[in-house]
């Protein structure tokens, strides 16, 4: 038989359940809260009470939730999420600013693809305030499920384990292998991976997509993978270290054509094809899009028809859409 809860919490109450997991005890949730410790119980039991169920804990480390707790608290994050988005979007249409875009991106996206779409959305709407927060997937997914991101641009994860995100291709990128100008192998005209590997490299740590995709791509060649002199996906940081020593670094087609362009690096002449991968929008099934988002992702999608991709990749960009 169907149980039907039919409770009184308030966005008050779901606030509180959050301040109480984050502080990890109802003083801490007070004081953040601007409430007394006295006023924050009442508060939790009366939730409690609403629900039928224990939502937190007492031990020695602070107040823990339930299983109930740690269920509730993780809707109440959306709720208050989607909650914000929906005053904020009625301030901007009221005072003519436009709406706000929050995404985040991967290296691939970045140098190209992302700035492209910001700029050319700001063309016919200046108004529209793009927030853009830079990570990897690790991150980024988490924040897309809270609902503190729109979207993720950038190389899509190679599992389909989530089964609450959407994903839409917009292009197929491959990475390659860079050098600084001048390098001793900046002029070689042929060049196989077992040739690379006295040299020290810069490479994605070994929890990122890319990483693993690099590793395979020398074990294809019966190769074992290098191991990095340094793991890192900070742009500027790497950029410098090429600079200023002979390593070798693995960027994304679209970062290393741009950088090639500028004479900042030189691409050496071999693939890694098990790095073939599309770059598009990861986003959250169950949350439609703003206005602003949604122009935003039209405008991706016309930015990413007209961006080069490596001579070496052998399929074909695909779309699909995820709204």
């Given at each position: 038989?169907?149980?039907?809860?039919?409770?009184?919490?308030?966005?008050?109450?779901?606030?509180?359940?959050?301040?109480?997991?984050?502080?990890?005890?109802?003083?801490?949730?007070?004081?953040?809260?601007?409430?007394?410790?006295?006023?924050?119980?009442?508060?939790?039991?009366?939730?409690?009470?609403?629900?039928?169920?224990?939502?937190?804990?007492?031990?020695?480390?602070?107040?823990?939730?339930?299983?109930?707790?740690?269920?509730?608290?993780?809707r109440?994050?959306?709720?208050?999420?989607?909650?914000?988005?929906?005053?904020?979007?009625?301030?901007?249409?009221?005072?003519?600013?436009?709406?706000?875009?929050?995404?985040?991106?991967?290296?691939?996206?970045?140098?190209?693809?992302?700035?492209r779409?910001?700029?050319?959305?700001?063309?016919?709407?200046?108004?529209?305030?793009?927030?853009?927060?830079?990570?990897?997937?690790?991150?980024?997914?988490?924040?897309?499920?809270?609902?503190?991101?729109?979207?993720?641009?950038?190389?899509?994860?190679?599992?389909?384990?989530?089964?609450?995100?959407?994903?839409?291709?917009?292009?197929?990128?491959?990475?390659?292998?860079?050098?600084?100008?001048?390098?001793?192998?900046?002029?070689?005209?042929?060049?196989?991976?077992?040739?690379?590997?006295?040299?020290?490299?810069?490479?994605?740590?070994?929890?990122?997509?890319?990483?693993h995709?690099?590793?395979?791509?020398?074990?294809?060649?019966?190769?074992?993978?290098?191991?990095?002199?340094?793991?890192?996906v900070?742009?500027?940081?790497?950029?410098?270290?090429?600079?200023?020593?002979?390593?070798l670094?693995v960027?994304?087609?679209?970062?290393?054509c741009?950088?090639?362009?500028?004479?900042?690096?030189?691409?050496?002449?071999?693939?890694?094809?098990?790095?073939?991968?599309?770059?598009?929008?990861?986003?959250?099934?169950?949350?439609?899009?703003?206005?602003a988002?949604?122009?935003?992702?039209?405008?991706?999608?016309?930015?990413?028809?007209?961006?080069?991709?490596?001579?070496?990749?052998?399929?074909?960009?695909?779309?699909?859409?995820?709204?």
């Amino acid at each position: 038989m169907d149980h039907l809860i039919d409770t009184h919490l308030t966005a008050s109450h779901l606030r509180l359940l959050v301040a109480i997991v984050e502080e990890h005890s109802l003083i801490g949730a007070a004081g953040r809260l601007s409430m007394t410790q006295p006023a924050v119980t009442k508060a939790l039991q009366a939730a409690e009470h609403q629900l039928g169920v224990p939502l937190f804990t007492r031990t020695s480390s602070g107040m823990v939730p339930t299983i109930y707790g740690d269920a509730l608290v993780a809707r109440a994050r959306v709720v208050l999420s989607q909650l914000k988005n929906a005053v904020q979007e009625i301030n901007d249409l009221r005072e003519g600013t436009g709406g706000r875009v929050a995404v985040g991106t991967l290296l691939a996206a970045s140098p190209i693809l992302l700035p492209r779409a910001i700029a050319q959305i700001h063309e016919k709407w200046r108004n529209i305030v793009v927030s853009v927060v830079e990570g990897t997937n690790d991150l980024l997914l988490p924040a897309v499920r809270r609902g503190d991101l729109d979207l993720v641009v950038g190389r899509l994860p190679d599992t389909t384990e989530h089964g609450d995100f959407l994903h839409e291709v917009l292009l197929v990128d491959m990475a390659c292998v860079v050098v600084r100008p001048g390098h001793p192998l900046a002029d070689s005209r042929e060049l196989k991976l077992a040739d690379l590997l006295e040299w020290n490299w810069v490479l994605p740590p070994q929890e990122t997509t890319l990483r693993h995709q690099i590793d395979q791509s020398f074990r294809r060649e019966d190769v074992n993978p290098p191991v990095p002199a340094v793991e890192s996906v900070c742009l500027s940081v790497n950029r410098t270290l090429l600079m200023l020593t002979d390593y070798l670094s693995v960027w994304p087609w679209q970062v290393a054509c741009r950088a090639a362009e500028a004479n900042g690096v030189v691409i050496l002449p071999i693939a890694l094809p098990a790095t073939e991968g599309p770059i598009g929008i990861t986003a959250r099934r169950d949350a439609p899009f703003s206005p602003a988002v949604d122009l935003f992702v039209s405008t991706l999608r016309a930015v990413a028809k007209g961006i080069p991709v490596s001579p070496h990749l052998h399929i074909p960009a695909s779309n699909g859409s995820p709204k």
